[in-house]
């Protein structure tokens, strides 16, 4: 089974920057498409970023294009997600999730369930 372990989230003041990793344990990284969520109080997860590891090919949801980059370090099985200009409105709690790539089509939470595997959550606050 695939676990994924989070790490990075804290407070930051708005314009600020965090970068969030995500350690999975799978057998081979490179069979799975990555991606990171997010939830604010009331809403539902919605999908920031997402990349497959098969071929490198990103995908990036329009509130945070120019802001955020995803990447990953396969020999760490490791996805990253920097963070910067962060707004208020990025406060959220940030979710790492896998699925296998010939699964995944599009960073929507859909994608991601039932067949995939999340993280626990890192707490992203960003003050005005």
């Known amino acids: 089974e695939v676990q994924l372990v989070e790490s990075g989230g804290g407070l930051v003041q708005a314009g600020g920057s965090l970068r969030l990793s995500c350690a999975a344990s799978v057998f081979t990284f490179d069979d799975y498409a990555m991606g990171w969520f997010r939830q604010a109080p009331g809403k539902e997860r919605e999908g920031v970023s997402c990349?497959?590891?098969?071929?490198?090919?990103?995908q990036y949801a329009d509130s945070v294009k120019g802001r955020f980059t995803i990447s990953t370090d396969n020999a760490k099985k490791t996805v990253y997600l920097q963070m910067n200009s962060l707004k208020p409105e990025d406060t959220a709690v940030y979710y790492c999730a896998a699925v296998s790539v010939i699964l995944w089509d599009s960073c929507r939470v859909s994608d991601f369930t039932p067949m995939g595997y999340w993280g626990q959550g890192t707490q992203v606050t960003v003050s005005s």
């Open positions: 990349i497959s590891n098969a071929d490198g090919t990103t």
